[in-house]
DNA sequence: CACCGTTGTAACCATTATAGTTATATCTAA
DNA sequence: TTAGATATAACTATAATGGTTACAACGGTG
């Protein structure tokens, strides 16, 4: 299956970095903590920036974020990264046959399991905050 | 962001159909409620052969469960399709620096928590059986 | 036995998301 | 003005998905 993108797994790791680093950082070097090209790193703090979880201060470089560490869960982080159109984890086929009991009725109740399992996920992304992840740092 | 594949879907459909008739179905019936081509529906009901959810008269045609709808689970048919090699549904980016503090820690300790993530989805689907679903049927 | 409808697969294709890359415009402080 | 940084568009290769065509194999029925 397709998993879901490391942009989310890249954002914890930028937000990691500027929450642990005293000074401020330039893309290329979280780019090189990261492990790849710096228009990569940009495009994920872009994300970022649009959710209202980091500042950057173009021209002189340098990045901040605007909540504190215990304020930044891993939902706040995944919600800014994995941008559906619907937020919708699963994917229900569509169009199916009205004219059977079960094409009916599949894409309601079914649809609503789904929710129900997508927000347990959530939750327990809600519970972990970026100062949790840190303090787990050797 | 790249969601779960519909074959998750169309396969708890086809499950849905095969409880709610009464006589055997063949792979076009199916393919018109669910309304997609017929191999589509021949491929997911070879996985879920392989999972040991179903059983198929070649030949002649029909289909059978080799579980109540009771024994059936969201998360069962969910595993039964969505054949990741790892089954891991987070992929965290590789090979982070090794001499930056971040890069060392993150893959262990994000890990850690998005596994924590996708089992409360999974305990979530389990806790809903094929009965469940078809019982909401109108 | 021959036929016909079915299942089982392989192969191919168009579409889409991802992650990386190059190139260029823009910004800010020195 | 310049150096170094961000912002963004455009392009690429790769991979998963879902649909399609084609064909082999199976198994009752006539």
């Given at each position: 299956m397709k998993q879901i993108?490391?942009?989310f797994s890249m954002a914890v790791h930028i937000l990691s970095l500027i929450a642990v680093s005293s000074n401020e950082l330039t893309g290329?070097?979280?780019?090189?903590?990261?492990?790849t090209n710096p228009v990569v790193i940009r495009r994920i703090m872009g994300m970022l920036k649009k959710a209202g979880l980091l500042?950057?201060?173009?021209?002189?470089g340098g990045a901040a974020l605007l909540k504190t560490p215990e304020d930044i869960t891993l939902l706040d982080v995944y919600r800014a990264v994995n941008?559906?159109?619907?937020?919708?984890?699963f994917r229900v086929h569509e169009d199916p046959n009205e004219n059977c009991?079960?094409?009916?009725?599949?894409?309601?109740?079914l649809q609503s399991e789904l929710s129900e399992a997508q927000s347990a996920m959530e939750l327990r992304l809600a519970q972990t905050n970026l100062s949790n992840l840190i303090s787990r740092f050797e």
């Open positions: 993108s490391t942009r290329d070097f979280i780019a090189g903590s990261v492990n500042e950057v201060r173009p021209g002189v941008v559906i159109d619907d937020s919708q984890l009991q079960v094409g009916r009725n599949i894409e309601m109740v």
